[in-house]
């Protein structure tokens, strides 16, 4: 079935350092790939998204690439914040279907 | 500010007793989901409704969960009788159709 990968964290910066965090999917068919904030204490956020192989979501500084021959989603930002401390889901949803399926998530804390 | 709204956010009870999570979504989305987010396991479909219907609820436990939508303003998460391993983070999102998935803050549960 359909599957979602993503580093384990917590991932520990300092502010204006570049960030990466990887996700890779195991999917039937052509996915669409999401990414999703939460921050401590609210519900998910929407912070980008892709729906075909090589289309690149953006979103506040952060970028990922929906990779095909990979089968990844990477989430990158090239000068973090403290802001953007708080936790980042990868998520993916079947061709033709509602579902999201979900990462773990991946924690992130930044420093000044 | 078009949001998801939850009620109650902290609900702290005793194994046994019933619990009911409301939800309103954002007013003219017809279609909404419930999640379960916990550590061990991570974000979590429990069931879905489309236009008032349920169209998938195979990640809910029969026997002590039930989902409903009384209208297209509320939807109601029952748990009865509430157990220990109950205790998580309860998600309500909503969206127009397949579209993006607006979170709700959550209800955290914590059943003693």
């Known amino acids: 079935g359909n599957s979602v990968t993503q580093m384990e964290g917590p991932v520990t910066l300092s502010e204006e350092a570049f960030l990466t965090i990887n996700c890779t999917y195991t999917a039937t068919g052509y996915p669409s790939l999401f990414w999703y904030v939460q921050y401590p204490g609210e519900g998910l956020q929407l912070l980008l998204k892709?729906?075909?192989?090589?289309d690149k979501g953006s979103n506040k500084g952060f970028e990922a690439t929906y990779r095909k021959e990979t089968t990844s989603f990477h989430l990158e930002k090239g000068s973090v914040q403290v802001s953007d401390s708080a936790v980042y889901f990868c998520?993916?949803?079947?061709?033709?279907?509602?579902?999201?399926?979900f990462g773990t998530g991946t924690r992130l804390q930044v420093f000044p | 500010d078009a949001r998801v709204t939850q009620t109650p956010r902290h609900k702290v009870t005793e194994m046994g007793q019933e619990v009911t999570m409301r939800c309103q979504p954002i007013?003219?989305?017809?279609?909404v989901f419930w999640y379960r987010q916990t550590m061990m396991q991570g974000l979590e479909l429990l069931a879905y409704f489309r236009n008032r219907a349920p169209l998938d609820d195979s990640g809910m436990p029969k026997d002590r969960f039930s989902a409903e939508m009384p209208d297209a303003t509320l939807a109601t998460l029952k748990i009865q009788p509430s157990e220990p391993r109950d205790s998580a983070v309860y998600f309500c999102a909503s969206a127009l159709d397949r579209a993006e998935q607006y979170f709700g803050p959550g209800t955290r549960l914590t059943v003693t």
């Open positions: 007013l003219g989305h017809n279609t």
């Open positions: 998520a993916l949803s079947g061709y033709n279907t509602d579902k999201l399926i």
């Open positions: 892709a729906t075909k192989a090589d």
